[in-house]
């Protein structure tokens, strides 16, 4: 399977490929998470933090665990914008954002 680098913005992202983050950490999104990204994430602060990978949850921008049942990860943004945050779970090793927002 082919992994591909990360783009920095969602249109160049296509659905359910995989990506490769930093620390060989694989992700892949929905439609409807490309829809919400590009709703919600014009400048590519999210997706900046998922190319970041896990942090600590106090100020940094990255991934961090998610407290949503089902959920094992998801974005965190600090500034405008980081008031959302999007949720991914592992599926066979791969991250995938399937289009869950909250906020904080």
Do not use: C
């Not at 783009?7 to 359910?16: A, E, L, Y």
């Not at 999210?46 to 998801?74: C, F, M, R, T, W």
């Amino acid at each position: 399977m082919e992994v591909l680098p990360l783009p920095n913005n969602w249109q160049n992202i296509q659905p359910d490929l995989v990506y490769a983050s930093t620390y060989d950490l694989q992700v892949s999104f929905s439609d409807k998470q490309i829809k919400l990204g590009i709703r919600y994430d014009s400048k590519g602060k999210h997706l900046k933090a998922i190319a970041k990978g896990q942090v600590h949850p106090e100020g940094s921008s990255g991934l961090v665990d998610s407290e949503e049942k089902g959920y094992d990860l998801k974005s965190k943004v600090l500034g405008n914008g980081g008031d959302r945050r999007f949720h991914a779970k592992y599926i066979n090793g791969i991250l995938h954002f399937p289009g869950f927002v909250t906020q904080h």
